[in-house]
Structures are given as C-alpha cells and as structure tokens.
C-alpha cells in the first residue's frame, strides 16, 4: 500500500467514515486489473457550511463566502454583490432590488435545484446561488475505491466532477473545476465558504480549493502537510510548506517527485479554478454507497439530474417557488 493512501487510512476523520476499508479487486481507468481500498465516506465538515451569501447590500464580509475571477479571490459582501454589473463591466446584473437592496438568494430547493444546473432558466438569472446541505437529490455519501499502488497513465486526465479529483480527511470531495461559465452566463454568483466549499444538488458540500481551515497532516522534513487523497492514488498536499515555500519543478498536473513520498500533487493558489492540473494515474471510482466493484474503465456517463420536482415557476424575491415551505 502507498505510503500517501496508509497516512489517509491513518488520519481520515472517524465521523467520515461509514464503513471501514477493505482491499478488493478494481479495474482502473486505463484498463489496469489491480486491487483497490474499498471505503464508505460522508462529508463531516470541521465546520459548519457557510455562509455563502450576504442578505443585503449594507452586509459586511462575516456575511458571505467568497467568489473567483481571473484566478483571484474576492470576498462576497453586499459592496461586491451592488457593483457586479460594475465588476463584470455589464450593465444586466442586478442581484438584488435597489429599492430595499435586498439580495436575490436562492433559499428554497427548488430555487436551488434550478439555479445550480448548467442550463439555467432565466426565472434564475440574477440570483446569489446558496443551497443548503439538506436541499440535495442524492446521498452525500459516496464509495471510494482508491488503487493501493497508483499505476501512471499514458496521459493524463482533466478533472471532471465525476470522480473529482479526491478526498480529504474530513470525508468532504475535492471536485473538479466549478463550471464558471455558466454560472456568470446566467448572471449568477454561487460564492463558496471560507473553507472553499459549497453545496449543489447533486454532490451535496463538496470543495473546490484548499483553505488553511482543511486539516492537515505533517510530512517529513518541512514538507507541505498532506490535506487527502486523489483517485488516482498518489496523496495531494497543501500548496505551501512551513515557510510559506512553493514546491520547485512541478508538472502541469502540479506534481512531483520527492525522494521521501514518492509522486505527488500541490493544491493550487485559491482562486485558481482547479485543486490540481489534471491527473497523471489511473483513476479508481467514486460510486454511490452500496456500490461493491469498481471498473473504471467502462464508459461512465455523466451524473444525469433527475427530474426537476416542479417546472420552474415565478419565483419569489427569495428565490421561492411552489414548493416553498415543503
């Protein structure tokens, strides 16, 4: 077993933990027969989710998470929610209602539902996307097969949110890239927490970076701590050393090769829209509790939403449709 996958074994959060590892045969990504850690995880947050966004325009940054543009970070207070248009040089943004500059939030699940799917209904445009951990359509539970000894690919993979591009300790996902296009296309915001998380219907709290709030555990020799684990197998680690020092030589999947833990990945500066480059091995899976085998090589379609539980309605100046209160 790599050295990267015993440290996560070591140090997963036992409140994440479902059901407990267990080796058993998998089929990767690039066809490679090999065996697997086979184990249960929930998210189990160190904090609670949130805040995400503010409510009015007057609120300050304890209220809100924080957005990306052009790899940079912003905080989400009411200022940055009344000069999006200013921001985004655009005069269609309109996030809340200049008359009481209360902010337009999604705070039901249909509101949610809708305005978290890449074709948004322009009944959403304008929103600040805000879902709970309760308004989700699947189990935030998931079933990781993790290869005991990552196999190199022949080239690498792009991460996909589908399986993302691994864990961390607490059991959250680390996703693949936030689809930003399409969330400002709709003029939409969908800030994350300062924990770099946020919440869709389909994968529950996930993170998309790496914050000083994700728990870490020490390597040796002043290393950059290891923050979880890739499907592929090799460990990701915090950008950062002790000293604030970056990693020297690393590859476009933001890898390296350390004499101590072998290949491994760095986390990428918050605000970059992508935890790590790509992935360089083999990938395991991320399947839906229950699931017993893994063969990551079959053709695995994208996770499909089911159907929406109403057609999007007229919604509120909360974000409400019929279903309010449900």
Known sequence: MSPALQAFLHAVKPGAVLQDGEVVDCTLSGGTETTCMRFVLTPAPERQPGPWCPRRVTDGAEAGGFWIDDGKAFAVDGAFIEN??????????????????????????????????PDVPKDYYNYCVECQTDQIVVAPSATFFIPLE???????????????????????????????????????????????????????????????????????????????????????????????RESEGLDA?????????????????????????CLTGELGCVSPPGTQSCDASAFRQPLAPPGAPVPPGEPSDDGNTGRAGQ
């Open 84 to 117: 999006l248009a200013r921001f985004y040089d655009d005069p269609e943004w309109r996030l809340y209602d200049p008359e009481t500059g209360r902010v337009r939030v999604t705070t039901s699940f249909d509101g949610c539902f809708w305005a978290a799917r």
């Open 150 to 244: 990552a196999v190199k690919a022949e080239r690498p993979s792009p991460l996909l949110d589908l399986p993302g591009a691994g864990v961390a300790f607490n059991g959250v996902r680390f996703n693949g890239p936030a689809p930003y296009k399409f969330i400002v296309e709709a003029y939409t915001i969908a800030p994350f927490d300062d924990c770099g998380g946020h919440v869709n219907p389909y994968h529950g709290y996930h993170y998309h970076f790496v914050t000083d709030c994700v728990k870490k555990l020490e390597a040796a020799k002043g290393h950059a701590p290891q923050v979880g684990i890739s499907v592929d197998g090799y460990g990701i680690f915090q950008r950062l050393d002790a000293k604030g």
């Open 253 to 277: 999947c933001r890898g390296h090769t350390s004499a101590d833990l072998g290949y491994h990945y760095h986390a990428a500066p918050v605000g970059t829209n992508s935890i790590v480059g």
